[in-house]
């Protein structure tokens, strides 16, 4: 299955995900830093996807490119609680912010654990992180 960006430009960028609402356009990327790194990972993505900013701004959209840290260990940056707190209720963003920190961990550790194997295996989610009702 290939990747298609949802606007007519052509583009080999891939943002995590793409929110569109009306005329508003959020580009979200997710990092996962070390906790010394935070500032360098944000600087890094951000100045990755600017060009492909502009170019969803000339098609007449307000766009926000937004960079996401949750470190290796889990710890969830201002920049989620920020974000998270624009696009869902106050009720819910709180158990999103802790299933991500969850969920970042168990990849991390997972990675770990295989870093030594030349294949990394196809691994699914846990249902309990990814799909548990926000409500």
Not at 30 to 56: F, G
Not at 57 to 66: A, H, P, Q, T
Not at 109 to 125: A, K, S
Request: aromatic share 8%; hydrophobic share 40%; proline share 5%.
């Amino acid at each position: 299955m290939s990747y298609q960006f949802p606007f007519p430009i052509d583009t080999n960028l891939q943002p995590d995900m793409v929110l569109i609402q009306h005329e508003r356009v959020w580009l979200v990327e997710l990092t996962i830093p070390w906790e010394h790194n935070i500032l360098n990972a944000r600087t890094r993505k951000i100045e990755k996807y600017s060009e492909l900013k502009r170019a969803v701004c000339n098609l007449g959209y307000v766009v926000e490119l937004v960079a996401l840290e949750v470190t290796s260990r889990g710890i969830v940056t201002s920049s989620v609680d920020a974000f998270l707190h624009k696009v869902m209720p106050r009720k819910d963003y709180k158990k999103v912010a802790a299933r991500l920190s969850r969920m970042v961990m168990q990849c991390a550790y997972t990675i770990w654990n295989h870093r030594d194997q030349q294949r990394f295996p196809r691994l699914p989610v846990t249902k309990s992180v990814a799909t548990d009702n926000v409500a």
